[in-house]
């Protein structure tokens, strides 16, 4: 009979490092693993998600164990959502046995959309990443960041142009400091609602005629798709801060129009 392992094979990691010399974060980056995720309305999608998994290392441990954290991955069967990332971070530090730890989580997300005129069903894509972080002072915080893709149409083009107006697709990417959950579809929406127009996946040409027009009598500037989003985020009151940022990948320039605001509420 073989020997246990764990009798004669050394736990290099766990020796005493005489450097006295934390560590902020050390762990894993960039595992590709199969998830689910789960909106408010319990509904679950599959994905593939990048992971991120850290957590901080006292002063005097060698080094942490870095297949803890793809145990903790394997184990979990349960969808991405709120209370799961919190789960997943308070069980990774007890797990490395360490008094901090982050995770950034980055995926794909597809809503399903109906055109405004034909009805026609398709998805459409969003980049998702949530980072969050637990420690003793703090405890939970999650950001939610979400990249939506929109229609923008210039104001100044409009107004001095004889014939039309140039227009572009933008993306508007918002980050949510969530004091309690919100879905990735709300905030698709915030950012929607802040543009000249919805993006489709599939339009029909009534569809095509409906959104060409809804852009034109709705210009929006760069500015003016921040300053939107950011009187949404500022009166809601599940979030304690927020990051909005909005990119046009300007038609009549190689070069693209940004803007960003981003606001601590708490110290407003």
């Not at 004669?8 to 020796?15: I, R, S, T, Y």
């Not at 990774?92 to 982050?102: I, S």
Request: glycine share 4%; aromatic share 8%.
């Amino acid at each position: 009979m073989l020997a246990d392992p764990s009798v004669w094979l050394p736990d290099v990691q766990a020796f005493a490092d005489s450097r006295a010399i934390a560590i902020d974060s050390v762990g894993i980056k960039g595992i590709k693993f199969p998830i689910t995720v789960r909106a408010l309305d319990g509904r679950t999608q599959p994905s593939i998600a990048e992971f991120d998994m850290y957590v901080g290392l006292a002063s005097d441990v060698k080094g942490t164990h870095m297949s803890r954290f793809i145990e903790l991955l394997e184990s979990r069967t349960d969808a991405i959502d709120y209370s799961m990332v919190r789960r997943l971070l308070i069980d990774m530090v007890d797990r490395l046995g360490a008094q901090t730890g982050e995770v950034e989580i980055r995926f794909p997300y597809f809503i399903r959309k109906l055109a405004p005129v034909s009805r026609v069903e398709s998805s459409l894509d969003h980049l998702v990443k949530i980072h969050a972080r637990i420690d003793p002072v703090d405890g939970f915080r999650m950001n939610l960041q979400v990249t939506a893709a929109v229609t923008s149409l210039c104001p100044c083009s409009k107004q001095i142009s004889k014939y039309g107006a140039h227009n572009q697709r933008s993306h508007i990417t918002i980050g949510a400091d969530l004091l309690e959950p919100i879905s990735i579809e709300e905030i698709v929406s915030i950012a929607e609602r802040a543009a000249s127009c919805e993006i489709f996946g599939l339009l029909k040409r009534a569809d095509e005629k409906f959104v060409t027009e809804r852009a034109y009598e709705n210009p929006k500037f760069v500015e003016d798709l921040v300053r939107d989003v950011a009187a949404t985020l500022n009166a809601d009151s599940r979030l304690h801060g927020f990051t909005v940022q909005a990119e046009n990948f300007e038609s009549i320039h190689n070069h693209s129009a940004y803007a960003r605001i981003t606001r601590d509420k708490s110290k407003n």
